[in-house]
């Protein structure tokens, strides 16, 4: 199993942020798999963002669950993360993650104006 993120390297304050998550060689929709995003701010340890099960239900961390969608496209084998209102503090390298052990490269994504 595969997992490349994609998305922009810099997002301004208060705007949008949009994260793809291609999965190769496993179909997200198919039982039993949880796929996730997580991000490692600068300095910091990871913190889990969300996680969409096979089942297409979803589950927030309740610290940005105000903010924060994730979703999938099963045609597309794909996983989305949009965060909005972003922050400074939203810098960090963003992951996703299939359960229990993989992960993609990461992606580096800077709140700044």
């Known amino acids: 199993v595969q997992l490349q993120e994609s998305g922009p390297g810099l997002v301004k304050p208060s705007q949008t942020l949009s994260l793809t998550c291609t999965v190769s060689?496993?179909?997200?929709?198919?039982?039993?798999?949880?796929w996730s995003w997580i991000r490692q701010p600068p300095g910091k340890g990871l913190e889990w963002i969300g996680t969409?099960?096979?089942?297409?239900?979803?589950y927030y961390n309740q610290a940005l669950k105000s903010r924060t969608s994730v979703s999938r496209d099963n045609a597309k084998n794909t996983m989305y993360l949009q965060m909005n209102s972003l922050k400074p503090e939203d810098t960090a390298v963003y992951y996703c993650?299939?359960?229990?052990?993989?992960w993609g490269q990461g992606t580096q994504v800077t709140v700044s104006s």
């Open positions: 993650y299939k359960y229990p052990n993989t």
């Open positions: 060689g496993a179909s997200i929709g198919t039982k039993p798999y949880y």
């Open positions: 969409i099960a096979y089942s297409g239900a979803p």
